[in-house]
């Protein structure tokens, strides 16, 4: 018997389809926000030694994603006298850390009056 189905039209047509998934599969190697988010507080905190207590900004860049997170520096009694302070942490489309820097250093319990809009 004689196969008459042109296999070079078979691995043309794979081909094609496979370039019109390529898009799909780099979007599924992105991670999503939430993991984002708890893969910088975990590297943060295991970096620093410091409690990553909340996340103020995040964004998602063309070199993969920058947040900006509230951590406790120094711990104090009462509670509102804690040292705080903002990171600014940059991470590849993965998730993986890339750099962090101190931004800001305050007291828990302080208003901030450096940035605009507050009294």
């Known amino acids: 018997m004689t196969n008459t189905h042109d296999t070079s039209q078979t691995h043309d ?6 370039r019109d998934n390529e898009p799909h599969a780099a979007a599924k190697d992105r991670l999503g926000p939430m993991d984002v988010l708890r893969q910088a507080r975990a590297q943060l905190a295991e970096l620093t030694g410091m409690t990553a207590e909340s996340v103020s900004s995040f964004e998602q860049t063309e070199d993969g994603w920058a947040l900006e997170i509230e ?8 509670d509102t006298m804690s040292l705080m302070a903002s990171y600014q942490v ?17 007291e828990r319990g302080r208003a901030d009056t450096a940035r605009s809009g507050g009294r």
């Open 90 to 106: 940059e991470l590849d489309p993965q998730g993986q850390l890339t750099g962090y820097r101190r931004v800001r250093r305050y």
């Open 71 to 78: 951590v406790l520096e120094l711990q104090r009694v009462p």
């Open 13 to 18: 047509s794979r081909q094609e389809r496979n």
